[in-house]
C-alpha cells in the first residue's frame, strides 16, 4: 500500500485488526493489507487497509478517547439498494442508527450512509427544494431516496 500525503488514522482501544476486516468485507475494492505488532510497545498493532481503493491506518493500542461525531466516514450512494445494503452490513454484530443518515458501528466509528442525490438536491440554487429536502432529511433516521426525491420536487404532502 502506498502511504498518501494524507491518510486517514483510527485508534481503536484494542479491535483495529476486526474493525478493518469488518469494513473489507463490507465495501468493494477493499481488503487488509498489512498487520503489524510493535513489539516494544506490548499488545500494539497497526494495520493498514483499504476502503473503495482509499488506504486507511488503524491501530490497537489500549485505552483512547473514543471515536464521536467530531469525524465521521461517508459513503456517497448510488441508489436505494446501495444504500441498504451499507447501513444493514454497518450496523450488523452491534452498531446503531442515529439521525439524518448516521450510524455509529459496533466499534464506535460514525458513519454517513448518504444519498449522492441528496448532496446535489440540498445544493440546489432554488431554496424551497432545498430546504424541503432537508426538512425531508430531518425527519429521517435511514435515508429514503424516493422520499427525499419527492420533497425535492414537491410531491409530498
Known sequence: ???????????????????????????????????????????????????????????????????????????????????????????EGGGSPEACGWLKDRFGVSWQITPTVQIEMMADPHPAKARRVAEAMLKMVKFDIATLKAAYAGTTG
Open 1 to 91: 500500500m502506498t502511504i498518501q500525503k494524507i491518510t486517514p488514522f483510527l485508534w481503536y482501544s484494542e479491535e483495529a485488526e476486526e474493525a478493518a476486516a469488518f469494513y473489507a468485507g463490507i465495501f468493494p475494492d477493499s481488503r487488509v493489507t498489512r498487520v503489524t505488532s510493535v513489539p516494544s510497545a506490548g499488545s500494539v498493532k497497526m494495520v493498514e487497509f483499504v476502503l473503495f481503493g482509499q488506504p486507511f491506518i488503524a491501530m490497537s493500542a489500549g485505552g483512547t478517547d473514543p471515536f464521536n461525531h467530531s469525524v465521521s466516514l461517508m459513503v456517497s450512494c448510488d441508489d436505494q439498494e446501495e444504500l441498504d445494503r451499507y447501513w444493514n452490513a454497518l450496523l
